[in-house]
């Protein structure tokens, strides 16, 4: 594994931390600006059963979510831009957590109860981090060399490859990393509580119910 040292690498790793803090304010503005038009939106027409299957797949999503997050963060840790992490989760796909984001992605949209949702929030996210992905690929191979390339041949990028599997017995990490990706992915889980509380107004009468999506 490579150190930190001062120079291009540490400036580029100095610019991802700024990315990865823009990436997460432009996406909370987002939830901000689509919330109210949520908050009047409905399924079109669904029976009970449907609601509460769809419901119970978007927990299951959540929970995968968050546990994948936090996960894959206890291995990457302070490491990200830094070394090559080759071990746990980052072993078997090279994108642990941003998988994880969009399962937790996925997860909000079908607690909506409207199809239409999910595919634009999976298409959103997949042109979103398509560029996302590609720069730090790129910057990875520029910093790595040989070693991400060999790495890239062996590991895909999205579906977990099992057979790759390794790890060690002891991750060095920072626990309030940790515990910041807790907090992060936790956000997918207010989702449940949002779309819940839509619900219960819509019955109460209290919000108006304006837009219907199959």
């Not at 057979?163 to 807790?182: A, I, Q």
Request: charge should be positive; charged fraction near 20%; glycine fraction near 8%.
């Amino acid at each position: 594994m490579d150190d930190l040292r001062i120079g291009p690498a540490s400036i580029a790793l100095g610019d991802e931390g700024r990315l990865l803090k823009q990436r997460a304010r432009r996406t909370r503005w987002l939830v901000c600006a689509i919330a109210p038009i949520l908050a009047v939106s409905a399924p079109l027409i669904m029976t009970r059963w449907v609601l509460a299957l769809l419901e119970m797949l978007g927990v299951l999503c959540l929970i995968a979510c968050i546990v994948g997050r936090t996960w894959s963060a206890v291995y990457i840790g302070e490491r990200k831009g830094r070394e090559l992490v080759q071990v746990g989760p980052y072993s078997v796909m090279r994108n642990p957590l941003y998988l994880s984001s969009f399962v937790g992605t996925v997860g909000a949209a079908l607690l909506s109860g409207m199809i239409t949702l999910l595919v634009l929030a999976v298409i959103a996210f997949a042109a979103y981090y398509r560029a996302t992905i590609a720069r730090e690929e790129e910057y990875l191979r520029e910093r790595h060399g040989p070693a991400y390339d060999a790495y890239a041949r062996i590991v895909p990028r999205w579906w977990p490859n099992l057979s790759t599997w390794r790890d060690v017995p002891r991750v060095g990490t920072s626990p309030s990393l940790v515990l910041k990706h807790l907090r992060e992915s936790s956000f997918f889980f207010f989702s449940f509580f949002f779309f819940e509380g839509v619900r219960l107004l819509h019955d109460a009468g209290i919000v108006p119910v304006l837009i219907r999506l199959p």
